[in-house]
C-alpha cells in the first residue's frame, strides 16, 4: 500500500495560482500513474489530470487544458499540480490517487487508488 498526503491547498482570487503536492510514502511509488481528481460539493468527483509512471505523458480534462500542468520528482516520491488562472468553478476538494496497477496508464478514476484525505482549493470571484 501507498499512503498519499496532499497539500498546498487554500483560498486564492480568480486568475491566481495554486501548487499543490502529494507526497507518497509505503511501496514504490516510481512504477505507478499518478492522478489528480477533485471533487465540488454536490457534484461527482471527476478526473483533473495524470501523469505516467515516468512522466513521459500527461492527460488534461478539457476544463484545465492550458492552466494546469502536472509533473513529478520521483525522487522525492511526490507529485504536484499547478495550478494557474483559477476560476471559481475550480473550487472542490482535490485529491491525489495512484493507478492500482504498476505500469499501468489510465485517466479512469476507477482505475485508481490509495486516495489521500484531499485538499480544499476555493478560488473567490
Known amino acids: 500500500q501507498v499512503q498519499l498526503v496532499e497539500s498546498g491547498g487554500g483560498l486564492v482570487q480568480a486568475g491566481g495560482s495554486l501548487r499543490l503536492s502529494c507526497a507518497a510514502s509505503g511501496r514504490s511509488f516510481t512504477n505507478y500513474a499518478m492522478g489528480w481528481f477533485r471533487q465540488a460539493p454536490g457534484k461527482e468527483r471527476e478526473f483533473v489530470a495524470a501523469i505516467r509512471w515516468n512522466g513521459a505523458n500527461t492527460n488534461y480534462a478539457d476544463s484545465v487544458k492550458g492552466r494546469f500542468t502536472i509533473s513529478r520528482d520521483n525522487a522525492k516520491n511526490t507529485v504536484y499540480l499547478q495550478m494557474n488562472s483559477l476560476k471559481p468553478e475550480d473550487t472542490a476538494v482535490y485529491y491525489c490517487?495512484?493507478?492500482?496497477?504498476?505500469?499501468?496508464?489510465?485517466?479512469?478514476?476507477?482505475?485508481?487508488?490509495?486516495w489521500g484525505q484531499g485538499t480544499q482549493v476555493t478560488v473567490s470571484s
Open positions: 490517487a495512484s493507478a492500482t496497477r504498476s505500469f499501468y496508464y489510465t485517466v479512469s478514476s476507477r482505475e485508481y487508488g490509495n
